[in-house]
């Protein structure tokens, strides 16, 4: 009994892992704008890579825009998204 219990376990622990690698990257939406009918998305995908060591490590992230037309019923339809700038970590450049 213990041991299909461990069995378990280790197969429980193998189909985590595996689900985990397989999801798709962290996304932060950083703006969105209306122009129209069209919902534009400005967003930050985590790209699992840094540079920089220790303190002065940075996250590195992909910039994507997202074009989504909307419909009368207010659910977005035909998006399209376009990766703009990869590897690159977000800083604030407004003064």
Known sequence: MK?????????FAL??????ASCTPPKLLI???FEGEKAVLYILE??????GEGEESQELYHYLV???DYG???K???????????????HN???
């Open 3 to 11: 041991r299909m219990k461990k069995i378990a376990i280790v197969v």
């Open 93 to 95: 450049t407004a003064n």
């Open 72 to 74: 009368a019923d207010g």
């Open 46 to 51: 985590k790209t699992g890579e840094t540079v």
């Open 76 to 90: 977005p339809t035909n998006c399209q998204t376009t990766k703009v700038l990869e590897h690159v970590y977000p």
């Open 15 to 20: 189909s985590a892992m595996m689900l985990l």
């Open 31 to 33: 703006a969105q704008h």
């Open 66 to 68: 997202r074009v989504c």
